[in-house]
């Protein structure tokens, strides 16, 4: 259904744009017509009222675009290419989600005029609030459209000129929009036709993109119109399900489309059933040409067939070949975690030791992994020393090595120790908290001086390494037993990354998701097995939820995963109450979980018990502070308190 169909707008809307916008002397087109219309009639706003700014809290803002990161994700290469383009000429590029708030903005040199104008992350732009504007009435009326200076609603926002394209999902459901701001443009309207065309083209540059990601295990086609000129923007795509049935497409293929398109056979649209076309495209080795079924156009189809096929029948899934882990897919939509990699990825390079910390199987090698290709040594070695797997007396020979003939026994070519080893790349050093106190003080001294002597060498070797270590220990407790050097602690922890246990983490239903979608194959699980997985404690965490999913995907029969497929002390635990393992220290945590609760109670008072803006004091969302509150036995008094 069109969305304006839903405005109950009369047809002709002369009277009612004389009688309320006479003194603009102008005649908007339909779309705009109607918003007028919309604004004053349904919304109930006044074009003189002064605008109120509604923006999101900080805290807002992040659980926001955590809610939409994949959506953020796809769309950054397409925001960043229309930047590059209008920037330059005084435009700000803002992308926003389905209800008209901004995700993402790209801005101009002269910043402080676009923000005071709210054309800023965060501000919400949906027509109920700022009347006709490009955002909220792009979203309203589902098609692209330029909003020029008068044909704002409200007066205050006559200094804009917004071209905005929205953008669909692959089941033609509102995304969001792109659009392009500029500033007092003194020009006509027909002078923004091709920024209109320009984003157009990004959206739906967008659109296929986040449609490829999707289908990327399904069959899918590309249609393009013969005899016309290449036109990405008017590509068609269409996935399709082991029937040959539509089970997504883009915007231009539901546009090009006369009747409903989900659902319908392949043999419906084209003269060509999909065993023709693949015999005919030789697997989809190469393009071909059909003619449509409605019309008899004549396109060029492209088949684009699944990396590996899904066979219904292959119970057992097939893991993918490695691939270097990624600091930004390891996050994930977790808001701690992705402030993390941010913070991360600004000390990269800066000759900053990293420290990660967390339960075992939270994921510590693979970040640091993911920490050593994002860094400028990618191309250098990555090391491991596990200090926990290796008897004390081989650790020191494992980390400075030796030189042949250096002791009875020893080997006479000698060996490179990990720390030379690691030369020109990076040191990652496991389970740190392990590693003997006397190893500690040579270690220490390594890091300052930046040089070792192996066993039997006669002068140093100069390192340039880059130092990441990582234990599930509490080494602050360790330096206060003395059992751990506090001044190597700090050579280490030049920055800390905490990776969440996994029953912390917001995203742990994605992230099941996509350890599963790892593990290849079209394994899915019912609804019963994703709330056992989603509830469980996971004491090993990522590590033991990637092996059940394995274990999972190999007892599977079909391509659903049910309860029987998981392992026993899974399914037949209680639908848990998540809890976490015993901390070492219980009086700390209980001082610490002590102050938690009194500060937030102090807050909570001084603030009259105002949510919103205890949240924003503490930078987090009102659902976090809904959640400590509950956790502290926090409750809000009643109005008569």
């Known amino acids: 259904m069109h969305p304006q169909s839903l405005d109950n707008c009369p047809n002709d809307l002369s009277a009612f744009i004389a009688d309320h916008f006479g003194e603009r002397d102008i005649q908007p087109e339909s779309a705009i017509a109607r918003s007028w219309y919309r604004s004053v009639m349904k919304h109930h706003l006044d074009p003189r009222a002064r605008a109120k700014k509604h923006i999101l809290t900080a805290g807002e803002i992040r659980e926001h675009q955590s809610q939409h990161q994949n959506y953020l994700s796809i769309a950054s290469q397409g925001v960043t290419g229309l930047a590059r383009r209008v920037l330059p000429a005084g435009f700000a590029v803002l992308l926003s989600d389905e209800n008209g708030i901004t995700l993402d903005a790209r801005l101009p040199s002269e910043r402080e005029r676009y923000t005071q104008a709210g054309l800023i992350i965060g501000a919400r732009w949906d027509e109920s609030i700022a009347g006709t504007n490009g955002i909220g009435t792009a979203l309203a009326a589902g098609e692209a459209l330029t909003i020029h200076r008068q044909e704002h609603f409200l007066v205050s926002n006559f200094r804009l000129s917004c071209s905005v394209a929205p953008i669909f999902d692959a089941q033609h459901q509102l995304r969001g929009c792109l659009n392009a701001t500029c500033l007092y443009n003194d020009g006509p309207k027909n002078a923004q036709y091709l920024t209109l065309q320009l984003v157009i083209l990004y959206a739906r540059l967008i659109e296929n993109a986040s449609f490829r990601q999707r289908y990327r295990d399904r069959l899918t086609l590309s249609l393009k119109v013969r005899d016309e000129v290449s036109d990405l923007a008017n590509e068609q795509l269409i996935a399709l399900d082991d029937q040959g049935r539509v089970i997504g497409a883009n915007h231009a293929a539901f546009t090009a489309s006369r009747g409903e398109l989900l659902g319908s056979r392949i043999e419906q649209l084209l003269e060509a059933d999909v065993d023709q076309l693949l015999d005919l495209s030789k697997g989809g080795a190469r393009g071909i040409r059909v003619r449509t079924l409605a019309d008899h156009t004549l396109v060029d189809v492209g088949l684009r067939t699944p990396a590996s096929p899904t066979r219904r029948s292959a119970p057992v899934a097939t893991a993918k070949g490695p691939e270097h882990p990624n600091l930004t897919r390891l996050a994930g939509a977790d808001p701690r975690l992705q402030e993390g990699v941010r913070k991360l990825r600004k000390v990269l390079d800066k000759g900053i030791a990293i420290l990660i910390t967390g339960e075992t199987g939270t994921g510590k090698e693979a970040f640091a992994r993911a920490i050593h290709q994002a860094s400028s040594r990618h191309g250098g070695p990555f090391v491991a020393l596990n200090c926990a797997a290796i008897p004390e007396s081989l650790i020191e020979s494992e980390l400075f090595g030796y030189r042949g003939g250096s002791f009875t026994g020893a080997s006479k070519k000698g060996m490179k120790g990990k720390l030379e080893l690691a030369n020109g790349g990076t040191l990652f050093l496991d389970e740190i908290g392990d590693m003997p106190a006397h190893l500690q003080t040579r270690l220490l001294r390594v890091l300052a001086e930046r040089e070792i002597l192996p066993l039997g060498a006669e002068a140093p070797v100069l390192l340039d390494v880059q130092v990441v270590s990582a234990t599930h ?117 209980a001082r610490l979980d002590d102050d938690e609760a009194r500060h937030l109670l ?40």
Not at 496 to 525: F, K, V, Y
């Open 602 to 641: 102090a807050a909570l008072r001084e603030r009259h018990w105002n949510i919103s803006a205890v949240a924003e004091q503490f930078g987090i969302a009102r659902s976090t502070l809904y959640r400590k509150m509950k956790k502290h036995g926090i409750s809000q008094p009643n109005a008569l308190y």
């Open 473 to 589: 220990q509490n080494l602050a407790e360790m330096i206060r037993a003395k059992v751990f050097r506090e001044d190597l602690f700090y050579r280490l922890a030049g920055m800390t990354l905490q990776l969440p246990a996994l029953r912390e983490r917001s995203d742990r239903e994605a992230l099941i998701d996509s350890l599963l979608a790892s593990l290849g194959g079209n394994l899915h699980l019912n609804a019963a097995t994703r709330e056992c997985l989603r509830n469980h404690a996971w004491p090993g965490n990522i590590r033991q939820l990637l092996n059940c999913l394995r274990y999972a995907s190999a007892l599977a029969e079909e391509e659903c995963i049910d309860l029987d497929c998981l392992p026993m002390e899974l399914h037949q635990a209680a639908p848990a109450v998540i809890t976490a393992p015993k901390p070492q220290s219980d009086a700390l945590s």
